[in-house]
Each structure stands twice: as C-alpha cells, then as structure tokens.
C-alpha cells in the first residue's frame, strides 16, 4: 500500500520503539518521515541507516525550539500531514505517592502532558491552512484506569487524554483529527525502567498473557492518520490484548 504517499509525516519520540516502529510503518507506505527526538545517538543511527529522511535533536519541553524545527520542516516542504507524538517517560513506580517527589511528578507532567501541548499548537496552524491534519497522541492503558505506583505517569497519560478530546473536538470541522492511542505494556526499550515487579503487575492484567509488539501498535496507528479514518476525532483508541473492552 502507499496510503501516505506524498505526505509529511512528524514523529515525535521516533527514535526508537514504538516511534521508529511508526516511522518504518509509514515510509513503507510512501510518507516522508522526519523524526523528533532527544536521543542524539539514536538520531544518527537512524540517518547513518537511512531508516528516515530527516531527524532533529529537540526537547519537546522547549517550546520556542520545537515551534522553531516544526516551521522549518513546514518550509522545507511545503505542508505538514501527520503529527504523531510517541514521546514519555515513565518516571518511579512501584512508588506510593507518599514517597513520589514532587521533582519527579513535575518532571514526568512536564514531558508526558505539557510536551504534547506544544507539539499540538506548533502543527494546528499549518494543518488548518491547508484544511487537513491527523494528530495522534500515545497515552497509556494507565491513563485510563490507573496504575498503583506510577501516580506521576498515571496523571499525565489521563491529561493527555484529556488533551486529545478537547482538541479534537476544537477542530472537528477542519479536516483535522486528533485521536489517542491507550497501549497496555508494550515490548519496547522504555520498559527496562519499569520496576520488574510493577512490570509483571500490568502483565497480568492482559488477558491475551503478553506484551503486545511495535508492529502491532503501527498497523493502529497508521489507519488512525491515514486518509482513510474520516470519522474518528477526540477518541482514545485501545490496543491492549484485552484490558480494555468498552
């Protein structure tokens, strides 16, 4: 298929994992793919490999920054199709919030929520332009129903749900979508984070009895920004082996 030919497609935290498995997703089917992240050895493997076109070193907390990279990607190629925004961190679990500092919680906001919020304004207005955007956040199963132990990355995957379901409905009459992604565990490098423990927790919530894949997570997400979802806005997909079932 070459359902993104011709399209420019930003992908923030495509360094790795589920972002890279997204970037190979969609320049097989013909995008062009720059990648943002602040993985700065990753980044150069990944042009070293010619594995994308073009990837930036940027904090995605720096918002003049990343305001400045979006428009230079805008004006070097004339439009901006796709955002997807992969980037988090984890930050402590199996940590009660009586032991949580409040470094660590400002940190992971900071990153998971108040990053997303700057990617989404530096794309909207080059997508309202040329009457047509799919934005895609990656938020967590966590978000939606909580994990004990991780108050600072349970907080922000649910603000960032909520982020999704006010912009999109903000823009649903522009030909723009903007949807979420809840994952339950997936297999990527992040998990090496994870306290072992905490990690088999959430395992064992999944009734399929494994981790899904990054293969698995960008065949959703690329129908998701594809030109084929029409109708879909403010909404949080699940791809979770089961957890989720409503």
């Not at 993985?39 to 073009?54: G, P, R, S």
């Not at 409905?169 to 998990?191: D, F, R």
Request: hydrophobic share 45%.
């Amino acid at each position: 298929m070459k359902r993104f030919e011709n399209q420019i497609a930003v992908i923030v935290g495509g360094a790795r994992g589920i972002g890279r498995a997204i970037a190979e997703r969609i320049i097989s089917e013909g995008g062009i793919v720059c990648v943002l992240d602040v993985l700065q050895t990753e980044l150069d493997e990944l042009i070293e490999q010619k594995a994308v076109q073009q990837a930036f070193a940027v904090d995605i907390t720096n918002e003049s920054l990343l305001a400045e990279t979006i428009q230079n990607i805008i004006e070097l190629h004339g439009r901006l199709d796709i955002l997807i925004n992969s980037a988090g961190i984890v930050g402590p679990t199996a940590t009660k919030i009586e032991n949580y500092s409040s470094i660590d919680f400002q940190k992971i906001v900071n990153i998971n929520l108040n990053g997303a919020f700057n990617v989404t304004k530096a794309v909207i207005p080059q997508m309202v332009q040329q009457n047509y955007g799919r934005i895609l956040h990656v938020a967590s199963i966590g978000g939606k129903e909580g994990n004990p132990g991780m108050v600072g990355y349970t907080a922000s995957k649910a603000g960032l749900m909520g982020l999704v379901k006010g912009v999109g409905k903000e823009y649903a009459e522009t030909g723009i979508t903007v949807n979420g992604l809840a994952p339950a565990v997936i297999a990527t490098p992040m998990n090496k984070d994870t306290n072992p423990e905490m990690l088999k927790y959430m395992t064992s919530k999944i009734p399929m009895g494994r981790l899904g894949t990054v293969e698995e997570v960008a065949s959703l997400v690329c129908w998701i920004v594809s030109k084929e979802a029409t109708f879909n806005t403010g909404f949080i997909f699940d791809i979770s082996g089961g957890r989720a079932t409503f």
